[in-house]
């Protein structure tokens, strides 16, 4: 075999090798990639979680006042478990004494959690202002305050994240905002503007938001 031979034989051994080393790079890159997206998938519920068992803990604590402006978004997967968890504090905490209450942002899915708190003994009240969709924050006697921040900017978005902050001062201007949120209808009055535009009936709504259709026609007057 000549050199020339030789050295073209070895050059596509060479070129083999490549290809294969290159494939197996390509396909440990996927894998690398989807274990981070994993681990980013994780640590998102994780927080979660993290925030949802803050408020948890914080209202545990109180002795006057719960206050929160919260999403109220229909609770699914692991967040229906959370939401039961807070339901019976709301009812744990109100049988003490505890004035629960709180604002929701003006959509007709928010009905589901809203009634769910209601029922558990929270004041419930509904906004269109500007503040309900932009900031998520429970008040516990004017002291310590627990904001939920979400991944991205939105309305509509689902709180990710959460900080727990013991100050007086943050609560006092938190709940000042809360209180001159405008146009705040109740749970019954919001009800009833919501079968008003759409002329559901109340087995339509029973049935739409979860919600016992005797109890939307006793509500609903």
Do not use: W
């Not at 290159?22 to 994780?42: N, P």
């Not at 201007?173 to 001159?180: A, C, Q």
């Amino acid at each position: 075999m000549t050199l020339e031979a030789g050295l073209l034989a070895l050059e596509s051994l060479l070129l083999v090798f490549t290809i294969i080393l290159l494939f197996y790079s390509i396909k440990e890159g996927k894998q690398r990639d989807k274990l981070i997206m994993e681990v980013g998938k994780a640590t998102k519920v994780l927080t979660r979680q993290e925030y949802f068992l803050s408020i948890i803990d914080s209202m545990m604590d109180a002795k006057e006042e719960i206050i929160g402006c919260i999403t109220g978004r229909p609770p699914a997967g692991d967040d229906r478990k959370m939401t039961r968890d807070i339901v019976a504090n709301i009812e744990r905490m109100t049988k003490k004494g505890v004035h629960v209450k709180y604002l929701l942002p003006k959509f007709p899915d928010r009905l589901h959690v809203g009634y769910q708190y209601m029922k558990a003994g929270a004041e419930i009240l509904f906004s269109s202002c500007l503040m309900v969709h932009n900031i998520r924050f429970t008040i516990i006697d004017d002291r310590t305050v627990v904001i939920g921040i979400p991944e991205i900017t939105g309305e509509k978005e689902a709180t990710r994240k959460g900080f727990r902050i013991p100050s007086e001062g943050l609560a006092m201007v938190l709940k000042n905002y809360f209180n001159s949120c405008e146009k705040q209808t109740s749970f019954q009055d919001y009800l009833k503007e919501v079968i008003q535009q759409t002329g559901a009936t109340p087995e339509h709504i029973a049935r739409e938001f979860q919600i016992e259709a005797e109890e939307i026609r006793r509500l609903a007057g």
